[in-house]
Nanobody, 120 residues
């Protein structure tokens, strides 16, 4: 399975981006059985959780994402989305999607991620 994240770019503070991540090569039933999440790795820091979504659309967000980001998924397309609004410089990071929790054989390879750069 390859996780292909896209949609990143360079934006100014307050602007929006929509990220997509496709689980290529995954069997739909396997994808649907996983809680999927977005993670990010800011420059010089460790990777951190941003948001997660179950197959049924139940979502959770970290405090930094609440009220600004929306995670969603299209199970038939094996795709996870992250709508990011009102971006801040502190959102600058490489964004990845993967299963949650990110442990052992439950997760797939991390892929390249997609870079989001927010500047004032």
């Amino acid at each position: 399975v390859q996780l292909q994240a896209s949609g990143g770019g360079r934006v100014e503070t307050g602007q929006s981006l929509r990220l997509s991540c496709v689980a290529s090569g995954s069997i739909t039933s396997v994808f649907n059985g996983k809680v999927m999440a977005w993670y990010r790795q800011p420059p010089g820091k460790e990777r951190e959780l941003v948001a997660s979504a179950t197959r049924l659309g139940e979502t959770t967000y970290t405090d930094s994402a609440k009220g600004r980001f929306t995670i969603s998924r299209d199970n038939a397309r094996k795709t996870v989305y992250l709508q990011m609004n009102n971006l801040k410089e502190s959102d600058t990071a490489v964004y990845y999607c993967n299963a949650y929790p990110p442990f052992g054989s439950y997760v797939w390879g991390w892929g390249q991620g997609t870079l989001v750069t927010v500047s004032s």
